[in-house]
């Protein structure tokens, strides 16, 4: 499957607008989306959005993870704040 980047950026939008942007950074939203497809997966047999994932240090993120933030910030969904979380730089 191929990946539906308009699914992919309805879950994204969807995930930001129902977690608590203070608790909600990079890590945590990467691990989300490869939830919500590994259980529409297991579910279904086939994964919601089509994304592919890459194993990185925290956990699988999804190759077009970049891509899709920065159309969403453009498009003007979507604003990304820095901020520290124990010392160290999150994107909220």
Known sequence: MQL????FKALFL??????DASTLG???LNKILWLT???????TG???T??????????AVPASVV??????ENEGFL???????HGYEKHD
């Open 37 to 43: 497809d590994f259980k529409s997966y297991y579910q």
């Open 46 to 48: 086939e994964p919601l």
């Open 79 to 85: 604003v990304v704040r820095p901020s520290l979380f």
């Open 4 to 7: 539906d980047r308009q699914k």
């Open 50 to 59: 089509g994304a592919k994932y890459v194993k990185r240090q925290y956990g």
């Open 26 to 28: 990079s890590i945590k």
């Open 14 to 19: 969807y995930i930001c607008s129902k977690a």
């Open 67 to 72: 891509s899709v933030r920065r159309e969403l």
